[in-house]
């Protein structure tokens, strides 16, 4: 019989999504961390009266007997409180980027290097149906290597038609979402490609596409609609991704083409996906040309097809708690969670630099991470008295 973990939530907006999902792969709710009354409203009543409900995150995770915390507090906050779990021996799954400035990366790996517990990147774009099937045909190897990859993730947010409805999402000027560069929400984007071909980032260089609107989730100073993001990386292939882009319609499109074929989801139509081989390499039972509707292929499909974000959710729990479990490796750990977020990072410096490449460093290594151990820019103010040093959108001069 599996181990059942204890799980801490910090963070019930995102968070609450992980109650369900936790249980459902063998653990028990067993302390929540959250400011907002009305999300705090009943839970000692639905989990009992030794779940603890807490405001601060000190108290949280001085909680008896955690063995696992989600960290999912504002998006550019997880580092500090992720830290902090280490040092305790409380195992992190963080829900989102895993630290936005170079200095918390290294403080970040250096604590997971000290630590007993582990820390793994929740990032679930990578086990909806599509991907999950688009993962299984590359491993199969009939497309042999992966050369280049694209990652689009569009998120125009608009609700019933009406721009402002999302301002509920960014209620005061330092909220982080009225400052967030897009290249930094990256992990959707960039994450399935990592998790499908195991390459990571080495060099990264990145363009603004600028057109100032003010009706999606980027808020009134980021004059960007997208960042076009190209890296080289450790296995000599090159994706192009979007970060978080904010044009044309709500899809999102990913390509894999490698050196017999190429895989891609087909835009606007739900779980299709178009496998396309060279005529010199089709397999058989094949066609050059296969369109057809992803399954699951997975023994928890009842589950999945419950779940939230289309199952996408569960599929990453189930991973991150077979990791902690010593079952397998994480598919995220801190070195990938770090490279990923230097891709982010970087990649809005390259940004305002009109395309100036950038080593991505590996914080395996000593001498990258005194490099940047001391790099505390950010275009982010924070909840604990931290304001912005860079820019957060390429035209700079127009930010107010």
């Not at 929400?185 to 060099?203: F, N």
Request: proline share 5%; charged share 25%.
């Amino acid at each position: 019989m599996k181990k059942e973990l204890r799980v801490g939530i910090f963070g019930l907006g995102r968070g609450g999504a992980f109650v369900g999902n936790s249980q459902n792969c063998g653990g028990k709710i067993v302390a929540f961390c959250e400011k907002k009354e009305k999300e705090r409203f009943g839970l000692k009543e639905i989990y009992g009266e030794d779940c603890g409900v807490y405001t601060e995150f000190e108290d949280f995770i001085n909680h008896p007997g955690l063995d696992v915390v989600f960290i999912a507090n504002f998006f550019n906050e997880h580092a500090k409180c992720a830290i902090k779990a280490l040092e305790k021996g409380i195992n992190v799954i963080s829900e989102c980027l895993s630290n936005t400035t170079m200095a918390e990366g290294v403080a970040l790996v250096r604590a997971q290097q000290k630590s007993t517990a582990i820390y793994q990147l929740l990032e679930n774009y990578p086990y909806s149906k599509t991907h999950q099937e688009i993962a299984r045909v590359y491993r199969n190897g009939s497309l042999g290597k992966a050369l280049f990859c694209e990652g689009e993730y569009n998120h125009p947010i608009i609700i019933d038609g009406k721009p402002n409805d999302t301002n509920y999402l960014r209620p005061t000027k330092e909220h982080w979402r009225n400052r967030l560069p897009r290249t930094y929400y990256i992990t959707h984007s960039i994450g399935p490609l990592m998790y499908v071909t195991g390459a990571v980032p080495k060099r990264v260089t990145a363009m603004p596409v600028y057109f100032p609107r003010g009706d999606d989730m980027a808020g009134p100073e980021v004059k960007d609609r997208a960042a076009i993001i190209t890296t080289l990386n450790d296995d000599d292939s090159v994706f192009r991704v979007t970060g978080c882009s904010g044009f044309g319609g709500h899809v999102s499109g990913y390509r894999y083409c490698c050196d017999k074929g190429q895989i891609e989801n087909v835009r606007g139509m739900g779980d299709k996906i178009m496998l396309t081989y060279d005529k010199g390499s089709i397999p058989e039972g094949l066609e050059e040309h296969n369109l057809y509707a992803a399954e699951w292929n997975d023994p928890d499909e009842e589950i999945l097809k419950t779940a939230s974000h289309e199952g996408s959710d569960y599929g990453a729990v189930r991973d991150c708690f077979a990791a902690i479990r010593g079952e397998r490796e994480p598919v995220f750990d801190v070195y990938k969670a770090t490279a990923m977020s230097s891709v982010a990072i970087l990649g809005h410096r390259s940004l305002l630099q009109n395309g100036v490449p950038y080593d991505i460093p590996d914080f395996r290594r000593e001498e990258d991470l005194v490099k940047y151990e001391n790099d505390h820019d950010t275009p982010f103010y924070d909840s604990f008295g931290g304001v912005p040093t860079i820019p957060c959108s390429s035209h700079s001069e127009l930010e107010k």
